[in-house]
Nanobody, 122 residues
Framework: QVQLVESGGGLVQAGGSLRLSCAASQRTFRLYGMGWFRQVPGKEREFVAA????????YYADSVKGRFTISRDNAKNTVYLQMNTLKPEDTAVYYC???????????????WGQGTQVTVSS
């Protein structure tokens, strides 16, 4: 069983930055892709960014391209999401996910963190 623990959320003004971290309890060869999703009440979980543990392939949602950067530190089993130029519409609970495939759909991921709240004030 893989556990994912997110941290780094909080309250920030529009235009500000936050860095989210996702620490995995272990790395196995079954873990192929790591993704970040976000969700607001009443809406479906939305893809934000994804990266391979081995690197080289990265996906971003159009809404965050040029503002967010996903990266990983394999030695620490940790994936990061650097969020710059934040907007009020980025407000959501952000979830880290891991699974055997690298994709943009939530159902492609097997393991999920508990989520961390990001609130961007205008």
């Amino acid at each position: 069983q893989v556990q994912l623990v997110e941290s780094g959320g909080g309250l920030v003004q529009a235009g500000g930055s936050l860095r989210l971290s996702c620490a995995a309890s272990q790395r196995t060869f079954r873990l192929y892709g790591m993704g970040w999703f976000r969700q607001v009440p009443g809406k479906e979980r939305e893809f934000v960014a994804a990266i391979l543990w081995s690197g080289g392939v990265i996906y971003y949602a159009d809404s965050v391209k040029g503002r967010f950067t996903i990266s990983r530190d394999n030695a620490k089993n940790t994936v990061y999401l650097q969020m710059n130029t934040l907007k009020p519409e980025d407000t959501a609970v952000y979830y880290c996910a891991a699974g055997p495939n690298l994709g943009t759909v939530a159902t492609e991921y097997v393991y999920w963190g508990q989520g961390t709240q990001v609130t961007v004030s205008s």
